[in-house]
């Protein structure tokens, strides 16, 4: 790869753009595809700073990490040391198991993840073998020839071979906000990185016109490699890795305080060092959920994969919570509440009646121009028919759509006429801007007030019977080779081109069920008022408060936080007006999600809670959406909100389930090692206990979530956690309690058989909690998952059988009379029932009106 390391060190922006193809070896029809491949495999992938995932092996060494594995570890040194070797052993078996389960779980979610992230890779319009080809991104190498229009995330750095009104924003690089013009041409050697008026770079992105580039440098060797370091941000916390955080903080608290309090108060009672240390320390590890981070990959990746089978592609993980969490939805009407098939229903002239030579005109404006793909355009050239001929006109030029004139015109050449003819069509209000006069049926006649008036009356009847609107107008103008935007002046106004787009088949009901799940649902658009407001009315959305763009333009800040809340409907919003509406609305305390496909959603996408695209929007769009939707449905997003809504509610189910009895157990062990003359448990038991609990927790993920937990937003609430913590934890420690009781009073049990009884009695209420609280109806009307219920089952068999199987001793564990496990029987049982009883009590305190707010 000798000529591309040359070009790319050098300033090929100061050399033509024939000496940069050269230096690469290409041409202005792009390389073969063999060639291509040679050329990735020295390049290497067009990526930058995202690397392969790591190796199995790097995978599961990552696990001993974990701090609380580094505890154990150490643990295991300390007894080594001091000659215990089985129990270093027994510590270290531990260890090996629990990494491996966990590794076992994130690197099977990590893999289902790239898997479906491949689904929505990025593609280029390359050529290749002089042909116009779809290119993974990722395959992109030096000499590549790059078509790009409006919408195209800039895949390298680059020459532009031509281009066409083209506009880059380049804010990702230069933190210039508006876009610059680039052209062909030299730039100086000097010139700086927005000085470069001939190079476009990767990172940014296409705002109108179109161009045609070739790659010079990819992947690590782009300006946005360079200084990635640089302008790189931390994505901003969402609310359920804040929550993790602080429950992060709040275990961390717990854990100190009684392993402190322990180890000194074991010192004090003249316990030996050593002992007293393991102990403390297996008490630390017994506290915290160690299987949380794994527990929470594998419950969002399959939530991941239950949604992707379901239509839904998630692109970043964290943002299932908050799809759960989303209590406001923002969408533009277009194809999400319409068909998005736009059929195009009259094209008259300027007094209301049918005109050929209007559509006519349509045609060749559709037809011809190359720009961005749209669906209006779509529509007319959908409506051509078998007797049209358009083969009289030939394409002069083009003024590409920006949206800033709203508007785009073609210029045509007609055979043997003198004159080449400018026909623009956007926005009526746009086009009548660029107008001096309106065609009549008599001829051409002054644009005056009362024109104007006249047509604007139209336009809003057309509207309110539900029929977008768009302007047509043309000029004549003598023959040359090519054109500008101040061309598009003294146009005369020919007509209007009308479109119908319905609503969906049964959208109503679609929004009803968003509503009962708790989620109202905004209109931003930049179409007419009087548009959004006749179909907010046919779908059953209120339409009462409706804030266009020209009114939100005089609104500050704070005016918008006071009126955005109680708005229905924005129209005729500015592009750029999105992202306020956004910002003001997450102001207001709503979690929300903003679904968008536009050049101009970015913005909007990337301050919502939940930015949502679909398959078939740009680049820019896609890439700053946490979430692509195969299909333009809301069903498909309904879908998606309840499977969010049952992975956050598995993950709280783990949290719940491991905080209370790891709460109340360690509690209880805690008290017990300062009463009894031995410890209550030793330090391999309490680690296999909380290996063997921790079991079943890894089937949540599976598990059936009851209803009502669906049936509305949720959101973290650590006081919650707390206080489910405390509550739930006092009922464990209190039958702990008499389980101690009965076997130091009852059974007069020595230290071995109390610490097995104990240790059975332990795990059983551990597992049996996991069937109480994984519902907040009672345990029999709501099922477990098969795989939930099994290991359940299993590992209840296990601990049972635990005391006769071979190599108990080594736990210390010996077998127990018929009368203990009887006790131990009904021990469970009791508790069972004060645990339902708990959260009868529990859940109706919290959903007390005026006490709490819910988890």
Not at 750 to 777: D, G, M, N, P, Y
Request: with cysteine; hydrophobic share 50%.
């Amino acid at each position: 790869m000798e000529r591309e390391q040359v070009s790319a060190d050098s300033a090929y922006w100061s050399v033509p753009a024939e000496t940069v193809l050269a230096r690469l070896g290409s041409t202005q029809s792009g390389l073969s595809s063999s060639e291509a491949q040679v050329r990735l495999r020295k390049a290497g992938p067009n990526l930058i700073g995202r690397k392969a995932g790591p190796s199995p092996i790097v995978a599961f060494l990552q696990q001993f990490r974990s701090p609380l594995v580094l505890i154990l570890i150490f643990a295991a040194i300390v007894s080594a040391f001091i000659g215990e070797g089985s129990e270093a052993v027994i510590i270290g078996i531990i260890v090996l198991a629990s990494c491996v389960l966990s590794f076992t779980q994130e690197y099977g979610a990590s893999k289902a993840m790239q898997a479906l992230t491949a689904q929505i890779a990025r593609k280029a319009v390359v050529l290749r073998n002089g042909e116009e080809a779809n290119v993974a991104v990722e395959e992109i190498v030096p000499g590549d020839v790059i078509r790009l229009s409006a919408g195209n995330l800039i895949p390298a750095d680059g020459v532009l071979l031509e281009a066409r009104d083209f506009n880059v924003s380049e804010a990702a690089l230069t933190g210039e906000t508006f876009p610059v013009v680039k052209t062909p041409g030299i730039s100086a050697v000097q010139a700086q990185l927005g000085q470069r008026a001939n190079a476009v770079f990767t990172g940014t992105s296409v705002r109108s016109g179109t161009a045609t580039m070739v790659a010079v440098c990819t992947g690590e060797r782009t300006e946005f490699a360079a200084i990635a370091g640089a302008i790189a941000h931390a994505a901003p916390e969402t609310e359920f890795a804040r929550g993790i955080r602080r429950f992060g903080y709040l275990m961390t608290e717990i854990m100190l305080v009684i392993v402190i309090i322990v180890f000194f108060a074991n010192l004090l009672l003249h316990r030996p060092a050593v002992d007293s240390l393991l102990f403390s320390l297996a008490i630390a590890v017994g506290l915290t959920p160690e299987l949380l981070p794994a527990i929470i990959s594998v419950t969002l990746a399959r939530g991941a994969r239950t949604m992707a089978a379901r239509g839904v592609i998630v692109r970043r993980l964290d943002a299932i919570e908050n799809l759960g969490s989303m209590d406001l939805l923002c969408t533009d009407k277009t194809g999400t509440l319409t068909e998005g098939t736009i059929r195009l229903d009259g094209c008259r002239d300027v007094d209301g009646a049918d005109s050929p030579r209007v559509r006519q005109w349509a045609l060749l404006n559709a037809t011809l121009q190359s720009g961005m793909a749209n669906p209006l355009d779509q529509g007319i050239a959908a409506s051509k028919r078998l007797d049209d001929d358009l083969s009289t006109h030939a394409k002069v030029d083009e003024i590409p759509y920006d949206f800033i004139r709203k508007r785009l015109s073609v210029i045509v050449r007609q055979k043997d006429a003198g004159d080449d003819l400018l026909i623009c069509k956007g926005a009526v209000q746009n086009v009548l801007e660029a107008c001096s006069s309106v065609l009549t049926g008599t001829g051409e006649q002054p644009l005056g007030e009362r024109e104007a008036r006249i047509i604007d009356e139209k336009v809003r009847g057309w509207c309110m019977q539900g029929l977008r609107v768009l302007g047509l107008a043309v000029r004549h103008l003598p023959q040359r080779a090519s054109y500008r935007r101040e061309d598009e002046a003294g146009l005369a106004f020919a007509g209007f081109l009308l479109f119908l787009d319905p609503p969906k088949a049964g959208m109503a009901e679609t929004l009803k069920s968003l509503a009962h799940r708790g989620i109202r649902v905004k209109v931003i658009s930049g179409d007419n008022r009087h548009v959004a407001e006749h179909l907010a009315e046919i779908v059953g959305l209120p339409h009462l408060n409706i804030l266009t763009g020209g009114e939100l333009a005089k609104l500050t800040k704070e005016a918008l936080f006071a009126r955005v809340g109680s708005t229905d409907i924005f129209a005729e919003i500015d592009p750029n007006q999105k992202e306020r509406i956004i910002s003001a609305l997450r102001r207001r305390g709503h979690v929300v999600g903003y679904l968008g496909d536009g050049i101009n959603d970015a913005p909007a996408m990337h301050e919502a809670d939940v930015g949502i695209s679909v398959d078939g929007a740009v680049d820019v769009a896609r890439e700053a959406a946490d979430m692509i939707l195969l299909q333009r449905d809301l069903d498909v997003l309904l879908r998606g909100i309840d499977e969010g809504r049952r992975t956050f509610a598995n993950t709280m189910k783990y949290i719940a389930v491991t905080t209370s009895a790891n709460f109340g157990n360690m509690v209880s062990m805690a008290f017990a090692s300062l009463a009894l003359p031995f410890l209550p448990l030793l330090a391999p038991q309490i680690l296999l206990n909380n290996f063997l609990s921790d079991v079943p927790s890894l089937a949540i993920a599976t598990d059936n979530v009851d209803a009502d937990l669906v049936r509305m937003p949720r959101r973290w609430d650590i006081s919650f956690v707390r206080r489910f913590m405390v509550a739930f934890g006092l009922v464990s420690s209190a039958f702990d309690f008499a389980t101690f009781a009965f076997l130091i009073l009852l059974a007069e049990a020595t230290a071995q058989v109390f610490q097995t009884a104990w240790f059975i009695e332990s795990l059983l209420t551990e597992l049996a909690i996991v069937l109480v609280v994984r519902t907040r109806k009672p345990l029999w009307k709501s099922a477990p998952s098969a795989l939930l219920s099994w290991l359940t089952l299993g590992v209840t068999m296990l601990a049972i059988a635990i005391p006769y199987l071979p190599g108990a001793d080594w736990f210390g564990f010996v077998p127990l009379s018929a009368p203990i496990m009887a006790g131990l029987a009904a021990i469970t049982l009791a508790y069972l029932a004060a645990s339902e009883a708990m959260k009868v009590w529990f859940f109706g305190r919290e959903r007390h009106p005026g006490k709490r707010h819910r988890s």
